[in-house]
């Protein structure tokens, strides 16, 4: 069974301290690793997709990193508008169909 | 484009109505899917479709059916509505391909008294 777990449950940081969020994960035939953003009341926005172990995105001041086991979502910097959900799901072929498996999200507050 | 679009953004239901859920895409994608989300829990798959006729069970199936009857549409229906059915619903839209992400509704708040 896919599993994904995200840590910590909840951030919170001043303006300006720089943080890292986890995303861990157990998969068979992984076909991506893909980071959203939620806002309240809203849907996930997409972020990243992660396509193998080594990579790197860059997106402002977030930097998304993936090794065979976790990926990372570093935050540098972060402003009170950075402040949001943040999901990870595993994409993995079932039956032959695609299925985006989600973590719980990570909720960064970002205090001015 | 609007993306994904589905309606109601809220409902209230008693318990044992029934209700269908809307959602329309217009990005001509394949696979289509829908999720709840309970506070702390993230997104749980209830049905997912790989395009029209075709649908398949996610993790929490019970007490839900769906359709795809076009590419474009994907509905949810609610039979028998039951206050652990209580959640936040959203639907996604993918295109083929291993690696594409996926696109999200606004949701739907669904409460059942």
């Known amino acids: 069974e896919d599993q994904v777990t995200q840590s910590p449950e909840a951030l919170r940081l001043q303006e300006g301290e720089s943080s890292s969020l986890n995303c861990s994960y157990t998969?068979?035939?992984?076909?991506?690793l893909f980071w959203y953003r939620q806002d309240p009341g809203k849907g996930p926005e997409f972020l990243f997709t992660?396509?193998?172990a080594g990579e790197e995105k860059e997106k402002e001041r977030l930097k998304a990193t993936l090794t065979k086991k976790e990926s990372f979502l570093h935050i540098t910097a972060p402003k009170p508008e950075d402040s949001a959900t943040y999901l990870c799901?595993?994409?993995?072929?079932?039956?032959?169909?695609?299925?985006?498996?989600f973590g719980r999200g990570t909720s960064l507050i970002v205090h001015p | 484009n609007a993306g994904v679009t589905q309606t109601p953004k809220f409902r209230i239901l008693k318990i044992g109505q029934s209700m269908t859920l809307q959602c329309t895409q217009d990005?001509?994608?394949?696979?289509m899917y829908w999720y709840r989300q309970d506070p702390g829990m993230g997104l749980k798959l209830i049905y997912y479709?790989?395009?029209?006729?075709?649908?398949d069970k996610g993790e929490v199936p019970n007490g839900y059916n769906v359709s795809r009857s076009t590419t474009e549409d994907f509905p949810l229906r609610l039979e028998l509505a039951a206050p652990s059915q209580t959640s936040v619903y959203f639907c996604?839209?993918?295109?083929?391909?291993?690696?594409?992400?996926?696109?999200f509704g606004q949701g739907t708040r669904l409460t059942v008294v």
């Open positions: 992660l396509y193998s």
């Open positions: 799901a595993v994409q993995a072929v079932s039956g032959g169909s695609y299925i985006p498996t």
């Open positions: 990005m001509n994608h394949n696979y």
């Open positions: 998969v068979s035939g992984l076909r991506g």
């Open positions: 996604a839209s993918k295109g083929t391909g291993g690696y594409t992400e996926a696109f």
């Open positions: 479709s790989v395009g029209a006729g075709i649908t």
